[in-house]
């Protein structure tokens, strides 16, 4: 195996251990409401890692990009159209969730 | 002849484990989008149970599986200059340190059931409405459960690869089964990458 070769996959996977690192660091930190997001988001950043570096998006035809990203894609619609349900589902009240169902009493049943 | 050149054949089964990867992501997407919505509705109550999780397993369980992605990754490179016994070796440890993410899964799981967080039996988790914290708990149980019986596969099937590279199968000019099977064990680990950051970092500050 080419030297670069190796190399380009012991630097990726060392970016995935930083990552997991800052990961499981910021399940104890309070970073104004961000640690909310970041696992997900570096999980994702590690999902692209995985995919260009060890499952070689980076090499080959544009072929398999296609055939990756309309996973992806797939994953989209299905996630993406079914929070518009409901984050929809009960009333415009502006606020998400099903537990905004209305009361018995509220004027939007038609009950006075 | 069915392939114009070995580079097609290569390509043509690529694409094929591309297609199947796609299926999964809507497997495992659907899954996540169940997770989602509960938890947006009980964030409190997801993130009392979530905070029950035993931590170190899950980071020490993601470097073994991240590590286990190298050396397959390493193992097919191997075989592409022609350094079988290496190959071979490579793919043994990739074997192993699955094997080694199941045992302290196992572990984990005796751990929460210890810990009274496994769903009726005997489930309670302080300060959380008990039904939500038991729908966090469902899903970790089904969604990692999935996971390692997909990752017993990919055991199974890089142990197979392991016997017929010994057997001389293959070589510089065809590895193309070790190539696919490095596509379905790198998707196993972005699945672990995502039910990690959805279950452990969640809930602890």
Redesign the interface.
Known sequence: MKREAWLIYVVGWLALLVLLGISAGSAYLHLGGIEEYLPVSLALIQAVIIAVVFMKLRTGSSMKWLFAAAGFYWLLILIGLSSTDYVTRFGYSGRAGFDRMPAASDPALGQH | MQYATLEQQS?TA??GM??F???E??FF??M??GY??FR??FTADFDRAASRSV?WI??LN??VL??S??T???AI??A??D?IPLTTRLLYITAALGFVFLCLKGYEYYLDYADHTVPTLGFHVEGASQGPAQLFWLFYFYATGLHAVHLTIGIAVVLVMAYRTRRGDFGPRYYNPLEVT??YW??V??VW??L???I???G??
């Open positions: 390509e690529q694409l591309w297609l990867i796609a299926t992501i809507l997407g659907g996540m989008l989602l919505v947006t509705h931590i899950g980071t993601t470097v991240q590590t992605t190298l397959m990754v390493l490179g191997a592409r200059r350094l490095g596509l790198s998707f680990d972005i990458a995502f990690f950051a959805l452990y970092p969640i602890r500050s």
